[in-house]
């Protein structure tokens, strides 16, 4: 497989590819999936992730909202920006400038991991104005501890060796490989989600771009400013989640306690994709008590 994911091939079975379209917006191009009618729901995955991750919420979402899902910079079929730009205010900016490009204005934002944090940041900058914010397993908080001392410097370290994009991603072509790192996760998904994360992390480019983020990545002016959110928070958590544990949730209430908490019991990092019905209906139920969407029960 070439560096670069080839929309052609790999992306010729990729879920929900009738909703695919691809459009240039600050120097490079997007791979941003839209479908559905109503008020505007603005969807961003967390690293290492692509449009693939929402392939059955999106649909239940598109029942009662216009769903907008880009491939992050750098992730699945959208190109890589600069380096410098791999970061949470360079990421929100170029996603800012992706839906001044469509002329969409979100009325709400759902993201997963890294992605609740860049809606929430482009909320902070005003570049977008939803009702809502609901966080599936937010990464919000910084690492603290050893890992702070470990993992940044690692990732920038990495992320420079030319040949370590090429090694991850020659260890993502082994499905076993594949299957512990999801279940590292606290998940359990399907064999169709693990087939499609192995041909992600199958494309050196894919992971250099999500090394590339990690390297940038810095939460603390986003725990700052958290506390000057305008929109209505949503926290869902799961209780089995190893990558973001439901502790950062609380930590995140405790910051901003108009924020609301719901704890997922028996589900992990990854449930939106393990429980996409649950997910989807709690999204709804919350959009429609913050007055997003009136709530229209299926004849």
């Keep these: 497989m070439g560096a670069r994911l080839s929309w052609r091939c790999d ?16 120097g490079y191009r997007w791979h941003v999936q839209i479908m559905g009618s109503g008020p505007v729901a603005l969807l961003a995955h967390g690293t290492g992730a692509s ?5 059955a919420l999106m649909p239940l979402l598109a029942r ?24 949470l205010p360079g990421m929100s900016k170029d996603i800012a400038a992706l839906c001044r490009q469509l002329d969409v204005r979100p009325q709400l934002a759902v993201g997963h991991s890294a992605g609740a944090a860049i809606l929430a940041r482009m909320s902070l900058d005003r570049s977008i104005d939803p009702a809502l914010i609901v966080s599936l397993n937010g990464a919000f908080l910084p690492f603290g501890g050893v890992a702070a001392l470990v993992l940044s410097p690692l990732a920038k370290a990495l992320t420079f060796n030319p040949f370590v994009p ?20 606290g998940s359990t998904i399907d064999a169709e989600g693990e087939r499609l994360y ?31 959110l305008r929109p209505a928070l949503l926290l869902i958590a799961a ?59 299926d004849a």
């Design 11 to 26: 992306g010729a079975d990729w879920p929900n590819r009738e909703a695919s379209r691809f459009l240039d917006v600050v």
């Design 198 to 228: 192995g041909k992600l992390v199958s494309s050196p480019a894919h992971v250099s771009a999500a090394l590339q983020m990690m390297a940038n990545w810095d939460l603390h002016p986003l725990v700052r400013d958290l506390p000057r």
């Design 64 to 87: 009662h909202f216009t769903v907008v899902a880009p491939d992050l910079p750098g992730h699945g079929f959208t190109e890589a920006p600069p380096r410098h730009r791999l970061s």
């Design 239 to 297: 209780s089995k989640d190893r990558a973001i544990p439901p502790d950062v949730a609380r930590r995140v209430r405790e910051i901003l306690p108009k924020a609301k908490l719901e704890l997922v019991r028996g589900y992990g990092h990854l449930m939106h994709e393990e429980a996409p019905e649950l997910a989807a209906a709690t999204i709804i139920d919350a959009a429609t008590e913050s007055g997003v969407v009136a709530l229209q029960h």
């Design 51 to 55: 449009t693939h991750s929402w392939r």
């Design 166 to 185: 090429r090694m991850f991603a020659w260890r993502g072509s082994d499905p076993a490989a594949v299957h512990r790192l999801i279940a590292g996760t």
